[in-house]
């Protein structure tokens, strides 16, 4: 699919759309709705114009394989975060493997690195699986994945070396990070988390990763409502994203309060299955 046109002569979104019921975020104009639709990787971007839903799984231990059996529906785009669980169903369930997926890989603070990408444990092997069945796109922040070395990890005890890791990338996976088709570039600080109250007291405080996917989709269906001109094209459904304190004892950076009242009251089209 080639990048569309931005065209004025279609039916505009009003200039304000809150992204959530109780929120104050707003859009400026449909140009930020645009730019989180085209941040995606192409191959993405066509699965989703042709998608009636988007999954996001968060890394939830209580989800488990029989729950997402019963969830997960033929015309889904799934979305997949970092060490994203159940990696062996997403790549051999009969449906799971069948469906386009977007694999988002946060970077490590200032460093070369990405969670979930080697040479940190990773699901090297089971990319290779899915992109063998479905479309596979690829998703890093702030940076292209550089293929770092393990001299490049300057904390390699955070994370051991073992027999099942795979430290290189195949050439045929590498493919991928090099083609704007399956792979692109996503800011933290991408005009959906404008509003994002950072701590200034916290090196690299950020949004958290199924926060900063969740406002990007929100925006990139605003968009898609925009040139297809009909209803609400895709519904959002969010498994294991919780509003309650259980976040509380993740990366202090992360502005968890904040993320719970965005998503305590979610906008029309959007379920949240809690766990």
């Known amino acids: 699919m080639s990048n569309k046109e931005f065209n004025t002569k279609k039916p505009t979104l009003k200039q304000s759309i809150a992204l959530s019921e109780n929120s104050k975020y707003t859009f400026d ?3 930020t ?40 529906q033929p015309n889904d785009v799934l979305v997949l975060f970092n060490h994203f669980i159940h990696d062996d169903f997403f790549a051999s369930h009969q449906l799971a493997n069948s469906l386009p997926k977007l694999l988002f890989f946060r970077q490590i603070g200032d460093s070369k690195l990405h969670f979930g990408l080697p040479p940190r ?18 998703l890093t922040s702030n940076q292209p994945y550089q293929f770092p070395t393990l001299a490049d990890d300057p904390s390699p005890n955070d994370d051991p070396i073992t027999a099942q890791r795979i430290l290189d990338i195949p050439s045929n996976m590498q493919k991928l990070w090099s083609s704007p088709i399956y792979h692109s570039v996503l800011s933290e600080h991408h005009k959906v988390v404008t509003d994002y109250p950072y701590f200034t007291d916290i090196h690299s405080s950020a949004p958290s990763s199924g ?3 969740y406002r990007l ?29 259980k976040t509380a004892h993740f990366w202090h950076g992360h502005n968890w309060v904040f993320e719970r009242q965005e998503m305590s009251r979610p906008p029309t089209g959007v379920t949240i299955h809690r766990y």
């Not at 839903?53 to 209580?62: F, S």
């Open 217 to 245: 989709m929100l925006a990139a269906r605003a968009y898609l409502h925009h040139i297809q001109n009909t209803k609400l094209p895709l519904e959002i459904v969010m498994i294991g994203f919780n509003d309650n304190d």
């Open 29 to 31: 104009n449909i140009s």
């Open 211 to 213: 926060f900063l996917l």
């Open 121 to 138: 444990s990773n699901h090297i092997s089971v990319m290779e699986q899915m992109a063998e069945t479905a479309s596979l796109g690829i």
């Open 33 to 72: 709705a645009q730019s989180a639709f085209l941040t995606l990787p192409v191959v993405i971007q066509t699965a989703l114009e042709q998608a009636k839903r988007v999954v996001l799984i968060a890394n939830n231990p209580a989800v488990t394989t029989a729950q997402l059996e019963m969830l997960l």
